[in-house]
């Protein structure tokens, strides 16, 4: 992914619990952390994230989400990832409106809008959520906050969700389908105006 063009590596953890899959945790990431040089974009799927938000840290996430529904100390969790010396991010399921965010947008430094249900990949576009990105880009008005969509990202839906104000992709499916890695990123890229 890195020879590939990638800007980030997205990194999904599941527990079985949050979301009914089941990935992997810290000691994968501290596995892969050496051979990538990019951002590690840490997704967190679990309930309760905030007992290990120190062993995503110290695995390597540049970048540690957490999700609105799962955390009911969701401004403290902020913190902690902050104090922790790494981005904070809050991801919201495609039923969760954007005011969840709305008192504690000076906290985070991304938002991570689900555009498919958690869980699975493969799945397709919500079209819903890009009213939902509109909206939070407006919220966010001039502070450094990235806003990122994660689920049924393609060369198809790239451009409308560039148009609706997102500025960081998650793709699984539209990466990795063939062997042409750095053209599927190309691909992606070219659909956004
Ligand atoms: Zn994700």
């Known amino acids: 992914m890195d020879q590939a063009g990638a800007d980030y590596i997205h990194i999904d953890v599941m527990d079985g619990h949050f979301v009914p899959n089941l990935t992997f945790g810290p000691p994968v990431i501290k ?6 040089r990019k951002v590690f974009d840490v997704h967190l799927m679990i309930n309760p994230a905030q007992p290990s938000l120190k062993d995503y840290a ?3 996430a540049d970048i540690i989400t957490v999700h609105a529904e799962a955390d009911p100390h969701l401004d403290r969790s902020l913190q902690v990832i902050r104090s922790l010396g790494r981005k904070a991010g809050v991801s919201l399921n495609p039923h969760t409106p ?3 965010v709305e008192y504690v947008l000076d906290k985070c430094d ?3 809008v689900m555009s ?3 869980g699975f990949g493969g799945q397709s576009f919500i079209e819903s959520q ?3 990105i509109r909206r939070l880009r407006a919220m966010i008005g001039d502070r450094p906050i990235d806003l ?4 049924g990202v393609s060369p198809e839906t790239a451009g409308r969700v560039i148009a609706a104000g997102a500025n960081v992709l998650v793709a699984g499916s539209a990466v990795f389908k063939g062997s042409d890695y750095a053209a599927n990123i190309a691909a992606l890229r070219n659909d956004t105006p």
């Open 58 to 60: 110290d695995a390597g």
């Open 98 to 100: 954007e005011t969840m």
């Open 110 to 112: 991304l938002i991570l």
């Open 116 to 118: 498919v249900n958690p």
């Open 148 to 151: 990122e969509v994660d689920g």
């Open 130 to 132: 890009l009213e939902k």
């Open 31 to 36: 596995c892969i952390r050496s051979w990538s």
